[in-house]
């Protein structure tokens, strides 16, 4: 099973811009890879995914035009680049790789959907 590391996240005001990275303990090129996020007393929810050779992306409509998801193929990583960040967008990021069930949904959670979690990072937005 691939071994998955968040890195970067932290504290910023709002406004301002953080970027997390998930790197892979093997090579993932042939499985999608996403981010997820989880606030304090919510649902685990998806915020952006890649399909391999990130030919397909997917942003939560709370996201869209602030984040970009980004992959390297040959560091096996991906890469949440967040701008214009906002106080709730502060939760727990975590990164998954692994098959989908149906492409046109890759934040859905459980079934045969994503076999490997990082243990998450957090990033802190203040008002």
């Known amino acids: 099973q691939v071994q998955l590391m968040e890195s970067g996240g932290g504290s910023v005001e709002a406004g301002g811009s953080l970027s997390v990275s998930c790197t892979a303990s093997?090579?993932?090129?042939?499985?999608?890879m996403t981010w997820f996020r989880q606030a304090p007393g919510k649902e685990r929810e998806g915020v952006a995914a890649a399909s391999p050779g990130s030919t397909i992306t997917y942003y939560a409509d709370s996201v869209k035009g602030r984040f970009t998801i980004s992959r390297d193929r040959v560091k096996n990583t991906v890469n949440l680049l967040m701008n214009s960040l906002k106080p709730e967008d502060t939760a727990v990021y975590y990164c998954?790789?692994?098959?989908?069930?149906?492409?046109?949904?890759?934040?859905?959670?459980?079934?045969?959907?994503?076999?490997?979690w990082g243990q998450g990072t957090q990033v802190t937005v203040s008002s």
């Open positions: 998954a790789a692994g098959f989908l069930e149906n492409w046109s949904q890759p934040f859905v959670l459980g079934g045969e959907n994503y076999q490997s």
């Open positions: 093997e090579d993932t090129s042939s499985v999608w």
